[in-house]
């Protein structure tokens, strides 16, 4: 497509409630990228995809998050049994090459656990 | 480990002046530095990469610097307009890493007519 599009744009989940964000990237990016942002400060780094492999999950803030991109296009993140403190922006990136010449990121989604 | 400072308060500048912005690192040399921009609600928009070994970049009314003594990067906009109001995110090359990002908190830059 011609950029990165993530659904939903907006979720809203109650504390415990299982969730699930797609991400689908520009046709042809090799690399993808999760990412959290809290407000008013800078996206923190998740998961790194390139192609179907996850070859990065360090980011991931515990074993409530699970990213996997079967085909080496759309991405999901998922987060089980949801917290409050998992309320973010979740924003998808995609680049042609690993974080040499600027990522395209989606909208992102705004998770709110209530 | 590596941090990255951005100025944390709006920036207001008059219409058709130059906007500065300022990106300061520091426990690293890093390869690249670049600029995004975010308008609300949406995720950043890439706008620079400026390369360690570069020391100014221009594209259309922006300006970028990197000063590698300093270790600072200025983001400069000349005869800003009110549509360049947004938040400007800095963002630096992982130094454990050749994908990562570290980035900033950004700067909230309001153009006023």
């Known amino acids: 497509g011609a950029g990165v599009s993530q659904s939903p744009r907006y979720k809203v989940a109650k504390r415990g409630q299982d969730v699930a964000l797609r991400c689908d990237p520009i046709?042809?990016?090799?690399?993808l990228f999760w990412y959290q942002q809290a407000l008013g400060q800078g996206p923190e780094f998740l998961t790194y995809?390139?192609?179907?492999?996850?070859?990065?999950k360090s980011g991931l803030p515990s074993d409530r998050f699970f990213a996997e991109r079967p085909e080496g296009s759309v991405s999901t993140l998922k987060i089980q049994r949801t917290q409050q403190e998992d309320s973010a922006v979740y924003l998808c990136?995609?680049?042609?090459?690993?974080?040499?010449?600027?990522?395209?990121f989606g909208s992102g989604t705004r998770l709110t656990v209530v | 480990s590596q941090k990255i400072e951005q100025n944390s308060e709006a920036l207001n500048i008059q219409e058709g002046k130059t906007a500065t912005l300022t990106c300061n690192y520091t426990?690293?040399?890093?390869?690249?530095l670049q600029w995004y921009r975010q308008d609300p609600g949406r995720g950043p928009v890439f706008l620079l990469l400026?390369?360690?070994n570069e020391k100014e970049k221009r594209k259309e009314r922006l300006k970028v610097t990197f000063d590698t003594t300093l270790k600072q990067s200025l983001f400069h906009i000349t005869a800003s307009q009110p549509a360049d109001s947004a938040t400007y995110l800095c963002a630096l090359d992982d130094m454990d890493s050749n994908y990562q990002l570290i980035w900033g908190a950004g700067t909230k830059l309001i153009i006023k007519p």
């Open positions: 400026i390369r360690e």
């Open positions: 046709s042809g990016h090799v690399s």
């Open positions: 995809f390139q192609n179907e492999a996850q070859l990065d």
């Open positions: 426990n690293y040399s890093p390869a690249y």
């Open positions: 990136a995609s680049s042609q090459v690993p974080a040499n010449y600027g990522y395209t």
